[in-house]
C-alpha cells in the first residue's frame, strides 16, 4: 500500500507556472506508476499525465501535451508535474494517484489516491 500527498498549488496568472509535487509512502515506490487527475468544480475528473515505474514512459492528455512535464525521482519517492503556460482552463484540484507496475490513463485504475491540491489561473 502506498499513501500520497500532494503539494505546490497555488494562484498563478494566465501564461504562469507552477510544480506540484506528490510524495509517497512506503518502501516500494518504484514499482508504482503514477498518475496526475483533475477536477474543476462541476466537472468530471480526468486525466492529466502518467508516467512508468522507471519514468521511461509517460503520456499526457492532448490539453496539456506541450505544456505539462511529468517526472520522479525514486530516491525522493516524489512525482513531479510540472506546469508551464497555465490557462484558466487548468483551474482544477489537481490529484495524486498510484497504480502498480504498468501505466493507465483511466482514473478508475488506480487505487490510491491524494488529498488533492488546489491550482488556480486567473486570467
Known amino acids: 500500500q502506498v499513501q500520497l500527498v500532494e503539494s505546490g498549488g497555488g494562484l498563478v496568472q494566465a501564461g504562469g507556472s507552477l510544480r506540484l509535487s506528490c510524495a509517497a509512502s512506503?518502501?516500494?515506490?518504484?514499482?508504482?506508476?503514477l498518475g496526475w487527475f483533475r477536477q474543476a468544480p462541476g466537472k468530471e475528473r480526468e486525466f492529466v499525465s502518467v508516467?512508468?515505474?522507471?519514468?521511461?514512459?509517460?503520456l499526457y492528455a492532448d490539453s496539456v501535451k506541450g505544456r505539462f512535464t511529468i517526472s520522479r525521482d525514486n530516491a525522493k519517492n516524489t512525482v513531479y508535474l510540472q506546469m508551464n503556460s497555465l490557462k484558466p482552463e487548468d483551474a482544477a484540484i489537481y490529484y495524486c494517484?498510484?497504480?502498480?507496475?504498468?501505466?493507465?490513463?483511466?482514473?478508475?485504475?488506480?487505487?490510491?489516491w491524494g488529498q488533492g491540491t488546489q491550482v488556480t489561473v486567473s486570467s
Open positions: 494517484a498510484a497504480r502498480k507496475f504498468t501505466i493507465a490513463n483511466v482514473g478508475a485504475q488506480f487505487p490510491y
Open positions: 512506503g518502501r516500494t515506490f518504484n514499482s508504482y506508476a
Open positions: 508516467i512508468s515505474t522507471g519514468g521511461s514512459s509517460t
